[in-house]
């Protein structure tokens, strides 16, 4: 079932997410739900938080192509619970976006290889490394489950400018 995504300045996602301690149903309803949520709005990437729950889960999927209609079969879904990062270097920059923060795109620097361990929908424990498109991912969707968007990564001058465009466009 598709939910309504959580638009900035939401105050929901400023709150810090709190750990998955039990891999029911109701955590397999939300990771579903969080799927169809992230296809009906276009995203690659998607935090439980971004629809109002407050929970230490997240989504990824990479499309298989760069073609615009490119697919996202749910069995491509990295479904990430409890994550921690055990490893972070280097350096990049890539253009970002968001759906909480639709329409605005901007270049973020990152750390340009991760490695994370994680549970899945189950609760088993998995140690995913990566160092492309996914390791931005994890790290903007992480960001999600601290209460942080990519927005509070910008310049300030970057960030008033962005203000003031938001603002407009919000009236
Ligand atoms: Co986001």
Redesign the pocket.
Known sequence: MVRDVRIYPDKILKQVSKEVKSFDGELTTLLDDMYDTMIAKG?V???AI?IGVPKRVLIINIPESEEKDAKQPKENTLEIINPKFIEMSGSTKYQ??????PSFYEDIARYSRVKLRYQDRDGNEHIIEDDDFLAIALQ??F??LEGK??IEKLSILKRKKFEKEWKKKRL
């Open positions: 995203g990437g998607l935090a971004q970002e976006g968001c759906l909480s923060v903007h969707e960001d999600h968007l990519f």
